[in-house]
């Protein structure tokens, strides 16, 4: 199964390479390519996803830890070439602080760690010098955008896990550099948004970062507010703070006492008002299904085993998951499949805690649907309907990242990494505590 997964990376890798190399993402059915972000101009200056834009490289910065633990060296080389000679982030383009923080800081720094390239960490640096400024608000908490070039911000509305998933990565140079400016912007920003949470130990879905006022009360574990709950465990593991440690310890029980939904169908968590914990949906999707990596990794293993029977409850059945259902009716609501991880990612550390073999039957559940339904000549697509099937021309670096990092993990041997000293950011990028 680790051959056959590595099989399917190197599929998906050589499309980008035949079809967009140098550019930041492969477009699958058109056998051409997307970059993220083309120079602003006064009327649009944060256009995002232009064809023929500028270059940051996302795939390839994205992939190469991957590479690296596959063992592709000849591949990982060539990426490494090609970063040398192209990527740089002197650019005039506003960025989105926090999908450049996770896919390329994290990228940079694990990559790093896994080769001891010495120009990785460089590049890191001056990218995390670039982004600094987007921590300028008056409340610590970064703006949504920040220019490269320039170091001017904007995006005043965002949310709990753009503004508090930033320490993994910034934490890491911070250490790594010997800068403790990197650890500390982004920690008061986490805090930031724990400070702000309700009285009922919750946190909403949307606030304002220059006045710190929550814009919506609804509290949940999905996207736009995950990977905050997520890094408050992280944290605590990879730097030993306890501030962190404690800001999980009572946010998690927030959460098992409002969100979590024990019901006759199973174990899910829902969405409540922050203030009062009402109910109100009983949406779950594709992003929720991180949730038993996390639990798991925090020593609840019961609870992530049951949630992770839901979420493969969700996958099965419709044969791949859906981006969002509602798990009262089983009826979809949100018909997409983005080629996500984080099921797989959940199915991997369940089977490095608990040694249980429903786990690998569970990936290999996965990989037999990816193949069916998302494989194509040049790579791997998204589905634009998980009930016909229907592919859209996409291939986020995630996919290289994540999905098929962690399905490969799934099946390798169990010393290609150590969870017990390694943690992932939320791009799936492995930080060893190595200071």
């Known amino acids: 199964m680790a051959e056959r997964v590595r099989t399917d990376f190197l599929h998906a890798w050589s499309g980008y390479q035949q079809y967009a190399w140098g550019h930041d993402e492969l477009k699958p059915l058109t056998q051409s390519y ?34 690296l633990l596959m063992g592709l060296k000849d591949e990982a080389k060539q990426d490494r070439e090609l970063i040398d000679k192209q990527l740089s982030f002197d650019k005039d383009i506003y960025v989105k602080n926090f999908e450049i923080t996770i ?13 001891g390239d ?12 670039r982004l600094l400024p987007a921590f300028n608000s008056p409340t610590g908490m970064p703006y949504v955008f920040v220019n490269l070039k320039t170091g001017s ?9 753009e503004i508090g998933s930033l320490i993994i990565e910034f934490g890491t140079l911070s250490k790594l550099t010997g800068k403790p400016v990197y650890y500390d912007k982004a920690k008061r920003a986490l805090v930031e948004v724990y400070n702000r949470r309700s009285p009922i130990g919750l946190v909403g879905s949307s606030i304002t970062v220059e006045t ?7 509290s949940h574990i999905s996207g736009g507010i995950d990977s905050y709950y997520e890094y408050l465990l992280k944290c605590s593991i990879l730097f030993g703070d306890k501030d962190c440690e404690r800001m999980w310890q009572t946010s998690i029980a927030a959460l098992n006492k409002y969100v979590a939904d024990d019901t006759a169908g ?45 979420s493969y409850k969700m996958w099965t059945t419709f044969g791949v998951e859906p981006e969002e259902f509602d798990y009262t009716t089983m009826k979809i ?31 290999k559940t996965f990989a037999d649907s990816l193949e069916k339904y998302c494989r194509t000549d040049s790579g791997f697509a ?15 670096s995630f996919f290289l990242a994540e999905t098929l990092k962690y399905l490969y993990l799934l099946y390798a041997p169990r010393s290609t990494l150590d969870l017990h000293k390694t943690v992932f950011n939320t791009e799936a990028h492995p930080i060893e505590r190595t200071w």
């Open 34 to 67: 997307r970059d993220w972000y083309s120079t602003p101009t006064r009327e649009n200056p944060a256009r995002v996803g232009d064809p023929g834009g500028t270059s940051l490289l996302m795939t390839p910065v994205d992939a190469l830890d991957t590479m």
């Open 103 to 115: 896919r390329l800081l994290g990228g940079l720094l694990s990559s790093y760690q896994l080769s």
């Open 118 to 129: 010495k120009r990785l960490l460089a590049l890191a640096d001056d990218l995390g010098t």
């Open 153 to 161: 911000v904007r995006g005043v509305e965002s949310n709990p896990a």
């Open 212 to 218: 710190g006022k929550w814009i919506d009360t609804t």
């Open 266 to 310: 199973g174990l899910w968590y829902a969405q409540v008002d922050m203030n009062t914990g009402k109910k109100i949906s009983t949406h779950y999707g594709a992003l929720d299904a991180f949730f038993p990596a996390v639990l798991a990794l925090s020593g609840d293993l019961d609870r992530a085993r049951r949630l992770q029977e839901s």
């Open 333 to 363: 609501t949100y018909q997409g499949y983005e080629l996500r991880p984080e099921i797989i990612e959940s199915t991997y550390y369940l089977y490095y805690f608990s040694g249980e073999p429903r786990y690998l039957d569970m990936g």
């Open 382 to 396: 998204a589905l634009i309907n998980v009930g016909t099937k229907e592919k859209r021309d996409a291939m986020e």
